[in-house]
């Protein structure tokens, strides 16, 4: 079975060394040493000056835009994981979809103007795929109209934008550190952002609003990790320049392999340097993706559909149309890729889908 991802694991004892310390200190979460040293390390590698580390990408969103104090509208994208809406509905307030841009599938800047309104509060975009938005398009929107910008970066671990990680940009970027991501410590997020004030408020969000054992700044959740979690990341990030480099390889032979397939490839961002956390490729017509999605499957292949359906149909959002995501939605597939998928591997997969072209 070959699955479009599959969780990157150090070897076992480099774990154990570390789990092994948490049995001596007895700390086993609250801010323990191995968070605050991921944190520092995250830091250092990122080259980013304030991150916190949190338990998971979606409770991340939620401290962002309750550390924003948005309200009403936010206008956002269609096109990503149904965390980024579901966020915005669950902290009370309104997404408003604006379509994507049909070669990068992020949110059109082009079209953000048209749908503010005096209730909009911010723009909530993800850089899908890892590959960064029209960022300088959607901070210049923001400052004209005063809007808090938030980006949903849970793919971009390793994507630099002109120089910087693009975790930089936005008030606030929130990652996603599950599993599934190119880098992972089993469950986890952060939220990163330049402003010494907000990371403040965000650290005693993510911890029930403490001010001191007795004492509270205000409301809070519970957006602790562990040290068992943190561990896994410090081993992790020992790796991740490898991590990085075999995606890149995997994604260039797959470019050479698939020339002569008729899908279309993602359009990566000027200034970009890119990570290559996912693969996806856009059919001709959704018939030709399941016919292809079939034959693979029945070759024990699971690629996935990210992202479909289309989050104008989910039932808890004011009815919306975004014709190219919707469009977009329902011809993309994800080709499997993950640090040690094989060439021989690979092959199989090109060599499938290209006899599913040749067969309709
Ligand atoms: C994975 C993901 C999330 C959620 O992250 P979790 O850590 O699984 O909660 C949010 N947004 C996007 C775009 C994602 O891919």
Redesign the pocket.
Known sequence: MINVTKPFLPPEQEYAALVSDIWKRNWLTNNGPLVNELELKLKEYLDIPHLLYLN???VA?QIAIKALELSGEIITTSF??V??TSSIVWEGCKPVFVDIDKETFNINAEKIEAAITPKTSAILA?HVFGNPCNIDAIDAIAQKHKLKVIY?A??CFGTQYKGKSVFAYGDISTT?F?AT?LYHTI?G?AVITNSPELTHKMSYLRNFGHNGPEAFFGIGINGKNSEFHAAMGLVNLNYIKAILASRKKQSLYYNDRLSTLTTQKIKIQALTDFNYAYYPIVFKTEDTLLKAQALLEANWINPRRYFYPCLTTLNYVKPQITPIAEDISKRVLCLPLFHDLTTVEQNFICRLLLRAQNNK
Do not use: P, Q, V
């Open positions: 998971n990408g979606t969103l990503s994981y965390a980024t993800t949903d849970a793919h996603s599950h991501k469950e997020g």
